[in-house]
């Protein structure tokens, strides 16, 4: 069956240290990979994706993520976190015959303390 | 920029009402999406819609029924609402074909209430 798994449902980290939130998925065919982060009571914002091409994604706000194909894995990194990045994100993955439609991960709470 | 507004940020409504959320979207996108959010459940997809007056069923849309009489505007309704749907209700958007990569762009959420 195709899923995404998000295994941490909180990642904590001193500011100014490097981050990683994982996610990985079980899929058959090549995959979209998506990055989305909400801040409290709000929509989620678009942070990143790939779809192909180059396994390094760049995104907003500083944050990149790395496709894995045979770890199955696309974490997303920081060099250098900020307090402003505490936040819920999800990992989302649009598979193969699912037209259009993205299942998403449970999400990860980012706390990035002083 | 894309822009999804969504009615409301609240709503608390009584058990059994019949309940309207609205989203608009200005960029034209044929994809629209309703979802729900959950603690420690992500998103959970309800209903989806190609284009107008076509509407497809997701994961869980027991008690939802939804409406798309113009392309920007999809709504999702709770023909009688229950405690158990009390939830963040989020509407999404994107492009279909053209080169549109299934990138979602989220409206701000409404936080229904059902006492």
């Known amino acids: 069956a195709q899923s995404v798994a998000q295994p941490e449902d909180q990642v904590n980290v001193a500011e100014g240290n490097p981050l990683t939130v994982k996610c990985t998925y079980s899929?058959?065919?090549?995959?979209?990979l998506f990055w989305y982060v909400q801040y409290p009571n709000r929509g989620l914002q678009f942070l990143l994706k790939?779809?192909?091409?180059?396994?390094l994604v760049k995104g907003s706000y500083g944050f990149e993520a790395e496709f894995n194909k045979s770890q199955t894995s696309f974490h997303l990194k920081k060099p250098s976190a900020l307090v402003s990045d505490s936040a819920l994100y999800f990992c989302a993955v649009r598979f193969t015959g699912t037209a259009s439609k993205l299942t998403f991960g449970t999400g990860t709470r980012l706390q990035v303390t002083l | 920029d894309v822009k999804v507004t969504q009615s409301s940020r609240y709503l608390v409504k009584r058990t059994g009402e019949k309940v309207f959320l609205e989203c608009v979207q200005d960029?034209?996108?044929?994809?629209m999406f309703w979802y729900r959010q959950d603690p420690g459940l992500g998103l959970r997809l309800i209903y989806f819609?190609?284009?107008?007056?076509m509407k497809e069923k997701g994961d869980i849309p027991e008690g939802y029924s939804v409406s798309r009489e113009k392309k920007e505007r999809f709504s999702l309704i709770l023909e009688s609402a229950s405690t158990n749907q009390t939830s963040m209700y989020l509407c999404?958007?994107?492009?279909w074909g053209r080169g549109g990569t299934d990138t979602q762009y989220f409206g701000p959420g409404t936080r229904l209430t059902v006492l």
């Open positions: 960029m034209d996108h044929e994809n």
């Open positions: 790939y779809i192909t091409g180059d396994n």
């Open positions: 899929v058959s065919g090549n995959p979209y």
């Open positions: 999404a958007s994107s492009l």
């Open positions: 819609s190609y284009d107008v007056k």
